[in-house]
Structures are given as C-alpha cells and as structure tokens.
C-alpha cells in the first residue's frame, strides 16, 4: 500500500493506493496556515486511516522543493519556508517518503494515462496560479523539475507581467469578477484562452512537446476552453514550431496524488507494469 498528499494552498488531500495504484480512502482537510498545525492535522488524519501496510509515501507540494533532502524551500501561497517535510512526514509514517512540486506530480500522473501514445508530455495545471510538468518517457524532466512556467514574464498591454497573473483562475476572477465556472459567454473565454495562449506557445517553442494536457480548476470547462484556445496557438504556428494536440487531463482533481503513488512506487516499490 502506498500513500499520496497533496498539499494545496488551501487544501490538503490525502490517500492510500494499492499496489495497483487503485485509491482505496481519502481524506481532505484545509490546509492550515502554520506548518505545525498541518502536521498535526495531518498526524490526526492519518490516524484515522488504514496505513499499517505502507510501503511508501509520495508527496506534492507547491512551490520549490530540495527533492533530495524533501525539504519544501518556498511553497508560493503557503508562508512555510524551509519545512523538513520528508524527515516530518517519515517520521510519522515509519516508511519511505519521496517529495516533489504538484505540478510535476500531476504531469507525471497524466503521462503515465498516455505513455502508450506519448513520450514527451507537457502539463500545465491553471488553477488558482499556474503550474506547469515536463514529462520525458514517463519520467519527470530533472533540467525542469524546478521550472516554474507560470512565473514567465509576458507581455500585456505593453507591460511585462507574470503569466499566471494574466491567466490564472484568480486572474480571470479579477477581470471578470466571477469564476471560470460561472463563465459562459464565449468572448470572454475567447480571452481567457488569449491569454493562455501567450505563455503556452513560450513553453511550446522550447519544449516542443508530443501532446499538452490541461489540468486544474479552470480546465475543468474545457469544453469552453479548447475551441478558443486552439484557434489562439494556430495564430502563432510556424513550420518551426508545430502546435501538439491539446487534451483535458483524465483525472483532475486527483491527478497530484495519483503523481505521489507513481513516484514513490518508481523510488521504493517494485517496478511498473
């Protein structure tokens, strides 16, 4: 038995997976805002969970992370800097513990659903910000294990700003004063999927990936999203950099605990089928 958590900024998601990756319980609690409130949380939680088995545990966390040491540096919307989470959460495991950035996790997550068609995966979570994964041959790309894509300066409007303040889910609630999911008038996801599109085709030109799957809160509307976003990148194809096919990821809002099983099972289990 292996154990995911994914720790969000406002949420905490924790689950155990069989041997076959199959979730068998999960639990969610808010994530607190002092680190020593969430592992007490997080003790309680387990507590009241089956976990006498575990192999392994596989943890994702926002923000720049140490991957040998497990120590999360800066956790973006989390005020934690320096946090032992592989020393605290082995400790209180009695297992092995792998940490590593959600986004990655997630992206590793997607690709596995995919290795069968994909080798090169780029993943791109937009939720409250913006979290991107390279994924290589089912395996999270070291030279960007710490990129952090939603950071890229872009220009808008003639001013250079963060991608994720211009397309992010909280970006679009500042500018339309209500969420992506309350969002259907199709102008205005002309818009969102501009601005997506702008950063997108940055990574696109550098990575050239096999396929982009989409992921987090505001590509849970995907069925708004893609027509617009598609149209946006073809503006900017060239024989040099061909726009890969676009795909909503298959299991969004467990797709980081999902990553935690894949990575921690790679690390101290047996191997994947």
């Known amino acids: 038995m292996y154990l995911g958590i994914d720790i969000g900024g406002t949420k905490t998601l924790v689950a155990t997976l069989d041997n076959n990756g199959i979730i068998l319980e999960r639990h969610k609690f808010p994530t607190p805002k002092s680190y020593d409130e969430f592992k007490t949380t997080l003790a309680d939680t387990v507590a009241n969970m089956s976990t006498e088995d575990l192999i392994a545990c596989g943890v994702g ?3 720049r992370i140490d991957h040998e040491r497990g120590i999360g540096i800066a956790m973006g919307n989390l005020a934690w800097l320096d946090v032992p989470l592989k020393q605290d959460i082995e400790r209180l495991l009695k297992c092995p513990v792998a940490v590593h950035n959600d986004a990655k996790l997630g992206g590793l997550s997607e690709a596995m659903l995919v290795k069968n068609k994909y080798n090169s995966v780029l993943y791109v979570t937009v939720g409250t910000g913006i979290g991107t994964g390279i994924i290589i041959d089912q395996v999270i790309e070291p030279a960007f294990a710490d990129a952090e894509g939603g950071l890229m300066p872009v220009e808008h409007q003639g001013k250079i700003v963060k991608w ?6 909280h970006a679009i609630y500042e500018h339309f004063g209500k969420k992506a999911e309350d969002i259907t008038d199709e102008a205005a ?3 969102i999927a501009h601005n997506l599109a702008v950063g997108l085709i940055d990574l696109i030109a550098v990575i050239q990936p096999e396929v982009i799957i989409l992921g ?3 590509a849970s509307y995907y069925d708004r999203l893609a027509a617009p976003l598609q149209a946006a990148l073809q503006e900017y194809e060239t024989p040099l950099i061909p726009i890969p096919p676009l795909q909503k990821a298959a299991r969004p809002e467990e797709a980081v605990v999902y990553g935690c099983y894949d990575l921690a099972k790679s690390l101290y289990g047996k191997a994947r089928s």
């Open 216 to 218: 987090g809160g505001v």
């Open 164 to 169: 994720e303040s211009l397309a992010s889910g």
């Open 189 to 191: 996801w002309r818009y």
């Open 61 to 63: 966390a926002p923000g």
